[in-house]
């Protein structure tokens, strides 16, 4: 059984930074791709950053320069690193795995296995 578990979210003020981690159980992360989207009130869920199976990644523009994906294969977790935040990046944020290669690694319908959410508020 696959399981994922996210932990990190929180209330930041702007311009704060915080790191969210995703502890995966189940599979081996090495051998897909992994993933971080968000959804805000009233919104769509959205991809924010990827790392590939084959280490290729990519970010939602507006997060580029400010947000960094990483992924630790011993403790099989992966980690957005979010820095300068804006109250635009308040969302609930969703770990998922699952898939390969770069067709799509920042699409939803691609991603099997998810994580619970983590709510992020960017407020003075």
């Known amino acids: 059984q696959v399981q994922l578990v996210e932990s990190g979210g929180g209330l930041v003020q702007p311009g704060g930074s915080l790191r969210l981690a995703c502890a995966v159980s189940?599979?081996?992360?090495?051998?897909?791709?992994i993933g971080w989207f968000r959804q805000a009130p009233g919104k769509e869920r959205e991809g924010v950053s990827c790392?590939?199976?084959?280490?290729?990644?990519r970010f939602k523009e507006s997060v580029k320069g400010r947000f960094t994906i990483s992924r630790d294969n011993v403790k099989n977790t992966f980690y957005l690193q979010m820095n300068d935040l804006t109250p635009e990046d308040t969302a609930v944020y969703y770990c998922?795995?699952?898939?390969?290669?770069?067709?799509?690694?920042?699409?939803?319908?691609?991603?099997?296995?998810w994580g619970q959410g983590t709510q992020v508020t960017v407020s003075p």
């Open positions: 790392i590939t199976n084959d280490g290729n990644t």
């Open positions: 998922a795995t699952g898939g390969s290669g770069l067709y799509g690694a920042l699409v939803r319908r691609f991603y099997p296995y």
């Open positions: 189940g599979l081996n992360l090495n051998d897909y791709n």
